[in-house]
């Protein structure tokens, strides 16, 4: 079945045609007037919905709207926001934006605050629909240019779905002329140690014309690091460590990922940085063809993650974090004796706000040394990576 015959409806951003009544659908809905008035001023409320009910199409919402409330997000929990590598793009190509995944709403958001700020064209972005725990969500989403990854889905129908998938982000890229974001993985690395999954290689290649790395090359994969000085959620994921040291089979509650959400949409997370870094297509030429798509796969997620280690911004936070975790003073000149008090002492407050009962001197040595292990990670990855290649 051709690209053309496909029907998106299930899983690509709402037209414009239908923008409208999907947005008089979404404020009258309960669930979303709950949250707008949990966000903002009670008094303002009708004004927005006022204006809300006049925009008729996505761009527009978008720069009257997701704009200024991301303008403000980032005034009030980012010490910044910064984009380097603009030099890479070329306002004639679109792009699959495949980035490390720090923050499950924030990521592609700052990062189209990043291009609406420069006058640069918004991408579409994928989304999980483990996330639209709400049909008030999904609507939101939608309308704001996401489209939607099934997941938790038999293997038959995983399979249909991803070709599908595959299939609507060529569409988008050849067709539409819309750029992407992607995570590099389902779901955030834990321990933010950034690897791409062989399988949404695999499924990015899906879709398109020609050999594996042909499909690859017409969709034009620009990897882009993000880093993040503080992570608001890195006390609940060292919470998630202990759980599941005590329990393996400890799975988090509905509950734990919309309060996490919450968490890294208000909280404090320092400066944020996006390098964005040249497009992997002459080195997929340099690749060549490989005889199974698992080593295809494989060489091609190790060059994304190349891109993404070598371009990480490293702050004094993670310095700090790979001296104690290793007990060497090998970059203390990156960092001030004050910088590293007032980091020891931001993990031990981050570490009071977990909520377990009768944690022992043993587990709360543990779950510092997770916290380590979180922050040093991406510069022990930038490091291995510049000093030894691919490996």
Known sequence: ??????????????????????????????????????????????ALIEDLLKIDNKYDFQHQVMFPFLEMLAKTTTAGISLGGVKYYNPALNYVFITNHRDIVLDASFLNLAFMRRGMPTSEVAIGNNLLVFDWITDLVRLNKSFIVKRNTGLREGLLAAKKLSAYIHHA???????VWIAQREGRAKDSSDHTQESLVKMLALGGEGSFMEKLE??????????????????LKVKEFLMKRRNPNFKKSQRDDLFSMETGLLQFKGHVHFQLTPRINPKLDQLGEFPDVNTAAKYVGCLIDQAIHRSYEIFPINYIAFDMLHHTERFSKK?????????????????????????????????????????ANPLKNKLKTILGGME
């Open 173 to 179: 890229i050849l067709d539409k002329h819309e750029s």
């Open 218 to 235: 017409e969709i034009n994969l620009m990897p882009v690091s993000i880093s993040y000085e503080f992570d608001p959620n890195d006390y």
């Open 1 to 46: 079945m051709s690209v053309q015959q496909l029907d998106f409806s299930d899983i690509a951003p709402y037209d414009d045609e239908c923008f409208h009544q999907k947005m008089e659908t979404l404020v009258k809905d309960p669930g979303f007037l709950h949250a707008v008035y949990y966000t903002m001023p009670k008094d303002d409320v009708p």
């Open 335 to 375: 960092y001030t004796p004050e910088q590293r008090v007032e980091t020891e002492n931001y993990f031990n407050n981050q570490l009071n706000k977990i909520d377990i009962e009768d944690v022992t001197p043993d587990e709360r040595e543990f779950m510092l040394e997770m916290m380590l292990v979180m922050y």
